[in-house]
Nanobody, 120 residues
Framework: QVQLVESGGGLVQTGGSLSLSCAAS????????VAWFRQAPGKEREFVAV??????RVANVVAGRFTISRDSAKNTVYLQMNSLKVEDTAVYYC???????????????WGQGTQVTVSS
């Protein structure tokens, strides 16, 4: 059974940093595309970043502030978030699939999400 578990969310002030982790069990990330999405109240789920093998892509709205990385030995993908803004407030989800894409429909496995709240 595949399980993705996010951690690292919390409350931070504007300009602060957080590092999210996505750990997998029942599946090896090394050949997967692993992405981060976020969803704010009343809004659709939004692509944040994706990593697949040596390829990485981040959404324009977080470019220069967020970085996605992978530790294959730990089967974990990270999202380092710097210079956080109030508008980054959302539930952040990690997802795994086999396509280097930015649409939620391309991902088969999802974590339960972790709340990130940025206060002004």
């Amino acid at each position: 059974q595949v399980q993705l578990v996010e951690s690292g969310g919390g409350l931070v002030q504007t300009g602060g940093s957080l590092s999210l982790s996505c750990a997998a069990s029942g599946r090896t990330f090394s050949s997967d595309a692993v992405a981060w999405f976020r969803q704010a109240p009343g809004k659709e789920r939004e692509f944040v970043a994706v990593i697949w093998r040596s390829l990485r892509r981040v959404a324009n709205v977080v470019a220069g502030r967020f970085t996605i990385s992978r530790d294959s030995a730990k089967n974990t993908v990270y999202l380092q978030m710097n210079s956080l803004k109030v508008e980054d407030t959302a539930v952040y989800y990690c997802a795994a699939g086999n396509r280097f894409q930015s649409s939620p429909q391309d991902y088969d496995y999802w974590g339960q999400g972790t709340q990130v709240t940025v206060s002004s």
